[in-house]
Nanobody
Framework: QVELVESGGGLVQAGGSLRLSCAAS????????LGWFRQGPGKEREFVAS????????YYGDSVKGRFTISRDNAKNTMYLQMNSLKPEDPAIYYC?????????????????WGQGTQVTVSS
């Protein structure tokens, strides 16, 4: 099991950028596939991006392709989400997730560990 803590959320103007971080505890961080999800008010949890243990494979949700970039630094036990060109439809609580697996999940049900979330707000 791994514990996850998100940070970096806040208020940003539309068109601006924000970088989220997800710090993980545990010595086996590099064995986990990781992901970002988001949930807006009254909406279901939405897949944002996921990344393999090595960082060599990444997937993105259609709504963020070309604007968001997922990455990880296994030496620092940290994953990142660089969010550029933020839009009014991007505000949500952003969650990081982890799963010890050799493949890269893209659905919430396939991740076993979750952080508490960090709020992202976009002003127009």
């Amino acid at each position: 099991q791994v514990e996850l803590v998100e940070s970096g959320g806040g208020l940003v103007q539309a068109g601006g950028s924000l970088r989220l971080s997800c710090a993980a505890s545990g010595r086996t961080f590099s064995l986990y596939s990781l992901g970002w999800f988001r949930q807006g008010p009254g909406k279901e949890r939405e897949f944002v991006a996921s990344i393999s243990w090595s960082g060599g494979t990444t997937y993105y949700g259609d709504s963020v392709k070309g604007r968001f970039t997922i990455s990880r630094d296994n030496a620092k036990n940290t994953m990142y989400l660089q969010m550029n060109s933020l839009k009014p439809e991007d505000p949500a609580i952003y969650y990081c997730a982890a799963q010890s697996t050799g493949w890269v999940p893209r659905t919430a049900a396939d991740f076993g560990s979750w952080g508490q979330g960090t709020q992202v707000t976009v002003s127009s």
